[in-house]
Nanobody, 123 residues
Framework: VQLQAFGGGLVQPGRSLRLSCAASTRTFSTYTMGWFRQAPGKEREFVALSSWSGGRTYYGDSVKGRFTISRDGAKNTAYLQMNSLKPEDTAVYYC?????????????????WGQGTQVTVSS
């Protein structure tokens, strides 16, 4: 399974950005999908996850109420809508897939990772 994350960029505080994660396989629709981020000098941090059906979603405390994860099975793509962005959201964002469909924020439980896309929030 190959994952490709894209959509990052430079954005001003308070603005929005949508990240996409395209999967190379239709079995994407059977996987839990997660988003993580890593800022310079920090550990990789859980951001959000979606169960295989999209019926269950979870968010890290720092992004609750601002970020929304979704997925489109027909396009084999997961999304992360990021609103009200803050400078502290600046990081490389990674998408990941758990083929065992667990509901977990632990990064070592994800089997496949995208290459990461840089998000910079700055005025």
């Amino acid at each position: 399974v190959q994952l490709q994350a894209f959509g990052g960029g430079l954005v001003q505080p308070g603005r929005s950005l949508r990240l996409s994660c395209a999967a190379s396989t239709r079995t994407f629709s059977t996987y839990t999908m997660g988003w993580f981020r890593q800022a310079p000098g920090k550990e990789r941090e859980f951001v959000a996850l979606s169960s295989w059906s999209g019926g269950r979603t979870y968010y890290g405390d720092s992004v609750k109420g601002r970020f929304t994860i979704s997925r489109d099975g027909a396009k084999n793509t997961a999304y992360l809508q990021m609103n009200s962005l803050k400078p502290e959201d600046t990081a490389v964002y990674y998408c990941a897939a758990d083929i065992w469909n667990r509901i977990s924020s632990r990064r070592y439980e994800y089997h496949y990772w995208g290459q990461g896309t840089q998000v910079t929030v700055s005025s």
